[in-house]
């Protein structure tokens, strides 16, 4: 089942979720294009970019290699500027980076002298970061942590931790913030088939309990079948959203994938009548 991206009224998906989505826009991008420049050339690396999140949803965005995800992840979290178009949150222009958009990477980044729970601080002392007293600072670390069940480990420095729990530090970084809505560059790509799979349960949970939106970048069309209301596929270059698919089975929706057999083979043959794979 697909709908074409250009379909507005259908673009929007049905309640899938025990909680009906609701019905307005969280973040909405309209015309965002980004080029690079450097001493000889400019690069444009996704124009006209056409984006609406709605409170709670999940997206996951695939695509070719270099099509554009991680620069159009980046310039929602505000962390570079786009050439044109805006990006709008609970119906603001967003123009800097904003707590409520908290962003988490492939790669943990965690800094190696800072114990796990001064890791898990740091996303509270940027600049954007609301300001808190000293016990109200301490409550929201022991949350994050103990919402990625890390609270016995919080002492431990990143070298004694194995990958999926340095991306759980990550996650718990990022969510320190209470974000409304979390972008994720390829969280899990980096990690084991055993680990990838707890995380994406861990997210689930997350995304269950505390009901935040989510853009994710993944180059595993399981993953997306496994975690998305809805799926995007970025293509061509400069990057464009050229296709949109409903994921139509509500969650808990792991022991059901093979009820996606269908969606996910039309996903792949669109892949892979656009481009000659996915990052
Ligand atoms: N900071 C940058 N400066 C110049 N070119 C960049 C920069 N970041 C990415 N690019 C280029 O932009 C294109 C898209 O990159 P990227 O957004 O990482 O794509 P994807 O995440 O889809 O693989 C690539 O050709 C990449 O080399
Ligand atoms: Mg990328």
């Not at 999140?53 to 980046?74: D, F, I, N, Y």
């Not at 603001?92 to 492939?106: S, V």
């Amino acid at each position: 089942m697909y709908i074409e991206f250009n379909n507005t009224e259908a673009a929007f998906p049905q309640p899938v979720n025990d909680c009906p989505l609701a019905v307005e826009t969280l973040l909405e991008v309209r015309g965002l294009s980004k080029q690079y420049r450097s001493k000889n050339r400019t690069v444009k690396v996704f124009e006209n970019i056409d984006l609406q999140v709605r409170p709670h949803e999940v997206v996951c965005l695939l695509g070719a290699s270099g099509c554009g995800k991680s620069s159009l992840l980046t310039t929602l979290a505000g962390l570079q500027t786009a050439d044109a178009g805006e990006i709008c949150f609970a119906g603001e222009t967003l123009t800097k980076p904003d707590p409520r958009l908290g962003i988490m990477f492939q790669d943990p980044c965690l800094l190696p002298w800072l114990r796990v729970r001064q890791n898990v601080a740091f996303g509270l002392t940027l600049d954007a970061a609301p300001k808190l007293g000293k016990t109200e600072l301490k409550q929201q670390i022991e949350t994050a942590l103990q919402w990625v069940g890390l609270q016995h480990s919080a002492d431990a420095y990143p070298s004694q931790l194995s990958g999926g729990m340095a991306q759980r530090v990550s996650l718990a970084r990022a969510l320190v913030r209470n974000p409304d809505i979390l972008l994720m560059d390829e969280p899990f790509s980096a990690l084991d088939a055993i680990t990838r799979l707890g995380m994406q349960e861990l997210l689930l949970k997350l995304i269950a309990d505390r009901r935040s939106a989510v853009v994710l970048v993944t180059h595993d069309i399981d993953e997306a079948l496994i975690l998305a209301d809805r799926i995007l596929l970025m293509g061509g270059s400069p990057g464009r959203i050229v296709k949109e698919w409903i994921v139509p089975i509500r969650q808990p929706r792991l022991q059901q994938l093979h009820r996606l057999i269908d969606l996910r083979m039309e996903i792949l043959e669109t892949l892979s009548s656009s481009s000659a794979g996915v990052s």
